[in-house]
Every structure is written in structure tokens, then in C-alpha cells.
């Protein structure tokens, strides 16, 4: 170790390696000693302005002067929200869902207000975004985002459907056929072809059903002509339907019940309308206008 260095003069804190590798004892700049002054007493502020220091270990701390608290910024950033909610829910409760419908605006708040209102209360039957449950649960609940209803696909019916709950209703078929009746049946049903055997409109299966066996939707009975499924496809699941039925109080009876909402109270008024907007724009929602353009998709669940 020597004192030989590049900066004569300037005294060093006694470390000098490989004698030209120096550490001086010069005073930092001016800027930098300014910026840790700043700093410091910026941390002395916001100790003495924003709570801070625990106190104790029961969770008690320095309040500060400032009066803020996480909850209060909370609280602050909802009233914003609500602010701007609250405009567009003023103006729903004035319109029917099909007036919502028309407005563009209205119709996009829905799409997005809605989505936790049918997580809560639909999703577990219907799945999330109404795509279904494919039955795992043995729920039965349709599909909702495709074009093929039970009860109808316009703004009203979707409506109706929400706001008093739909349970079809299909009788014990064991007591009033012989089992080579039923096995006929369900064969003629499982190729879409019911008009196939005459006992389709001999035992009364088109009063429900339809004399073209396409269903009636004001009774929720299924198109059995589409190929589309409440249940069960195979000629076992469909014996199994005409056996006991649909809701139809056989102890083995299929059951479908879609809750009345307006009677259980939990939903309002407002909120039961935004669901069936919601429900509409899944995609399959019907307009009024012309409605035998669509032709009907065969091949895809109910
Ligand atoms: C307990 C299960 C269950 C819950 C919860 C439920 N649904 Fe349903 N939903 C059903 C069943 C089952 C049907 C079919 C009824 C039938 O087969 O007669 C149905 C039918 C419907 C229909 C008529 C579909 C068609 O094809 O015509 C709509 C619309 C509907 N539900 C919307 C909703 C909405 C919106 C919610 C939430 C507010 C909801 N459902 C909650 C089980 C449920
Ligand atoms: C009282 C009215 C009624 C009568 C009569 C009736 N059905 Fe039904 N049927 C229904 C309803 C309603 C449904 C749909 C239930 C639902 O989806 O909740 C249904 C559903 C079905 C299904 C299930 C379709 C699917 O997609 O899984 C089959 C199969 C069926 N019916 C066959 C028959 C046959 C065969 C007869 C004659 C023996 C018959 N039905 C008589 C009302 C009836």
C-alpha cells in the first residue's frame, strides 16, 4: 500500500490497491446531496400525513394527519362507478326489454353489467354464457346461446321464460303402452321421423308434440323432428323419455324445472330485464321481423 495515486491532494480514506487505485474522500455532488435531503424529508411527511407505524402488535398504528384510509379511496373510487351506473339503471327501469334492446348504448351496459348477475344465478344450470352444462349435473337446463328454443326466442318469450320459470310437461308413457308400442315409437323418434308410425297421432303424441311432430312452443314440447336433444339421443334414453315422462311426477320421471324468478323474489324487476337482454344477445335471440328466413340448424344440443 502507498499514497500514490492519480489525485495528489485530495486526501484518501487509506484505501489504495495495485498503488493507482485510489478510494478519495471528495464530498458527493451538490444535486445528489440535495435529492437525499429531499427525500428524507419527504419520508418525515408522509409518516407524519399518511398512516404509517405500527404501534403495537394488537394492529394498531399511527393514524396520521391526513385523514385517508384505503377504505375511504375505496369507497371514493366506487361512487365513481356507481355515478356512472347508476345513469344508464335510471334509464332501464323506464323500458321494456325490448325498448332496452333498441338502444345501442343500453344494450351494451347490459352485455357488461350482466355477466355477474347470470354467473350468480343461472350459470350453475346453464352454464357460464349459457353454453350449458352438457347434463352433468342432470339439470336438464338448455342451451342458450344457440337459436333453438323451447318456449321461443323473441325478447318477450326469453322474458316470460326468466320472469315465471318454464316446466314442461311430458306424462308416464309405461301405463298406457305396451313396450313393443314404446320401442316403435322411440325408434321413429330417434331417426327425427315420428310421423313414421301411426301410433304417433294415435296415442295423442301430436296434441303436445305437433301433427308435424315439431313441437309447440307454448307447451315447451321438443322438436322431435331436428335431431336436437333435451335428453337423451340413443333409443334407450328415448324409451326411457316415453316410459316416464317429463316432470311428470313418476318417481323416474325426467326432471326440468326452470325456477320462477319474479315469485322467488331475490331478482327485481330491473335486473329480470337486463337477464333477458343478456340471454338475447348470446346470439340466438330471435327478432320480430321476418321470422321464417332462419332455417332451423339440425345437429346441435338443446
Ligand atoms: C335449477 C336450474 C336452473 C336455473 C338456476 C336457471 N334455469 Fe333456466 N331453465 C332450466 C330448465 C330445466 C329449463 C327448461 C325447462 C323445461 O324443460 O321446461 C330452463 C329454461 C330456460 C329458458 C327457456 C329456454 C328455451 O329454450 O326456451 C330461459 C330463457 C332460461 N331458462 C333462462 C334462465 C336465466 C336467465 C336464469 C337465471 C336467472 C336461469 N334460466 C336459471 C333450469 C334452470
Ligand atoms: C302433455 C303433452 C305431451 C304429450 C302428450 C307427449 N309429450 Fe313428449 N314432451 C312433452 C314436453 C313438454 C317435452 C319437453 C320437456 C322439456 O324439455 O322440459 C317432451 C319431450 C319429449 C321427448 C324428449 C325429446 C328430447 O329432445 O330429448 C320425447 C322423445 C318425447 N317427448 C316423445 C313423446 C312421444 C313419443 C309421445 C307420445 C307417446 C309424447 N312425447 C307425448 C310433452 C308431451
Redesign the pocket.
Known amino acids: 500500500m502507498s499514497e500514490k495515486h492519480d489525485a495528489p491532494g485530495i486526501p484518501t480514506t487509506g484505501h489504495v490497491w495495485d498503488d493507482d487505485l485510489a478510494d478519495l474522500t471528495n464530498p458527493p455532488p451538490k444535486w445528489w446531496m440535495l435529492g437525499l435531503a429531499a427525500s428524507a424529508l419527504f419520508c418525515v411527511v408522509y409518516f407524519i400525513y399518511y398512516p404509517s407505524f405500527p404501534i403495537s402488535s394488537t394492529g394498531s398504528f399511527t393514524k396520521g394527519i391526513g385523514g385517508w384510509t384505503a377504505i375511504k379511496e375505496m369507497e371514493a373510487d366506487k361512487g365513481e362507478v356507481d355515478a356512472v351506473r347508476g345513469k344508464f339503471e335510471t334509464r332501464l327501469k323506464g323500458l321494456t326489454p325490448a325498448a332496452i334492446l333498441a338502444d345501442s348504448e343500453l344494450t351494451e351496459y347490459v352485455k357488461r353489467s350482466g355477466k355477474v348477475?347470470?354467473g350468480d344465478?343461472?350459470?350453475?344450470?346453464?352454464g357460464q354464457n349459457?353454453i350449458g352444462t352438457h347434463d352433468k349435473q342432470g339439470?336438464?337446463?338448455?342451451?342458450?346461446n344457440d337459436d333453438?328454443?323451447?318456449?321461443?326466442?323473441k325478447i318477450e318469450?326469453?322474458?316470460a321464460?326468466?320472469e315465471n320459470?318454464?316446466?314442461?310437461?311430458m306424462m308416464a308413457g309405461k301405463d298406457m303402452l305396451s313396450a313393443t308400442e314404446i320401442d316403435t315409437l322411440a325408434n321413429a323418434v330417434a331417426k327425427g321421423q315420428p310421423n313414421a308410425t301411426p301410433l304417433f297421432a294415435e296415442k295423442g303424441c301430436t296434441g303436445c308434440h305437433g301433427p308435424d311432430g315439431k313441437g309447440i312452443?307454448a307447451m315447451?314440447s321438443?322438436n322431435l323432428t331436428d335431431k336436437v336433444w333435451?335428453f337423451d339421443s340413443s333409443v334407450e334414453g328415448i324409451k326411457y323419455t316415453i316410459s316416464y315422462g317429463?316432470?311428470s311426477g313418476d318417481p323416474k320421471a325426467r326432471?326440468?324445472?326452470?325456477?320462477n324468478?319474479k315469485e322467488a323474489g331475490k331478482?327485481s324487476d330491473a335486473?329480470?330485464k337486463k337477464?333477458?337482454v343478456?340471454?338475447y344477445k348470446f346470439g340466438g335471440g330471435q327478432a320480430d321481423a321476418p321470422a321464417a328466413s332462419k332455417a332451423p340448424e339440425a345437429g346441435v344440443a338443446?
Not at 139 to 144: E, N
Not at 255 to 259: I, K, R, S
Request: glycine share 12%; charged share 10%; net charge neutral.
Open positions: 348477475l347470470f344465478n343461472c350459470a350453475a344450470c346453464h349459457g339439470l336438464f337446463a338448455p342451451i342458450l333453438d328454443w323451447l318456449y321461443g326466442g318469450e326469453i322474458h321464460s326468466i320459470g318454464r316446466q314442461g310437461m312452443q315447451g321438443a333435451r317429463v316432470n326432471v326440468a324445472v326452470m325456477p324468478f331478482l335486473e329480470l337477464l333477458a343478456y340471454v338443446k
